[in-house]
């Protein structure tokens, strides 16, 4: 079975270990690539979120795929939504990890609860490209956006994150940037037009997109929406649930 693997911002389409562990237990073939400006894809100045459905086409269409289920963590949640909407006779089924709320989601506070350091990212991103350039170059990490559960992750089963991180960034801050402005921005699809099965999974610590946005988004999706909320996790260690992330997807497709 295929599924798409949607990175986070800032990451790449390597598939990381526990990834394939997961995948290959379940028999799953999982296919990851660079948005655009991350790793040698090339940028797309003025994206959209949308715009993930086209490449995320292609790509199956390339390799032969004509039904597949796409699944997102964090930045890549909205696309891999936007695959479940734009591309329904296409998409089985559909789940997003710590994924963010569109910026105009009726009656949500869309930063309560957000550690200063990504809500500064983003309020530099909803100023416009040349602010948030400026922020992202002299921004340090603010360690209030991880739980003590996420740093367990990272210097656990998930150490590989940060180091993909890293590689996102070689080649500038393009990708980031692009990402960001693409979320603080219209999506370009409906999330409420999806009528694919379509899984929300948070957890409730979350500090980098709090856990209000997956219930948002749960409640915007319905009927197709279903919502795993994680009381223990914040936004990395999340990823420990992929492995029943993926039992989901196959049981829907």
Not at 41 to 70: K, Y
Not at 74 to 83: K, T, V
């Amino acid at each position: 079975m295929p599924v798409f693997w949607l990175h986070g911002s800032p990451q790449t389409g390597d598939l990381l270990d526990p990834l394939l562990e997961a995948a290959f237990r379940r028999g799953i073939r999982l296919v990851g690539y660079d948005r655009p400006g991350y790793g040698g894809s090339t940028a797309l100045v003025g994206r959209d979120i949308g715009a993930a459905a086209a490449d995320v086409g292609a790509i199956a269409d390339a390799l032969g795929l004509e039904r597949f289920a796409v699944a997102g963590h964090s930045g890549g949640g909205p696309h891999a939504l936007a695959c479940g909407v734009l591309l329904p006779g296409r998409v089985s089924a559909v789940a997003s990890l710590s994924g963010p709320a569109p910026v105009s989601a009726d009656g949500l506070d869309w930063f309560a609860h957000m550690a200063p350091g990504g809500e500064a990212e983003l309020r530099a991103a909803m100023a416009g490209r040349a602010v948030l350039e400026e922020h992202l170059a002299s921004a340090e990490f603010d360690p209030e956006v991880f739980t003590p559960a996420d740093f367990a992750a990272l210097e656990g089963p998930w150490a590989s994150l940060g180091a993909n991180a890293e590689a996102a960034m070689e080649a500038g801050l393009g990708g980031l940037v692009d990402d960001d402005l693409a979320l603080v921005a219209p999506w370009g699809f409906d999330p409420a037009r999806i009528a694919v099965p379509t899984l929300l999974v948070h957890g409730v610590r979350d500090r980098m997109v709090p856990s209000e946005h997956g219930e948002w988004m749960a409640d915007a999706v319905r009927p197709h929406g279903e919502l795993w909320l994680s009381p223990q996790d914040g936004h990395v260690s999340v990823l420990d649930r992929v492995g029943r992330v993926f039992d989901w997807l196959v049981g829907r497709s």
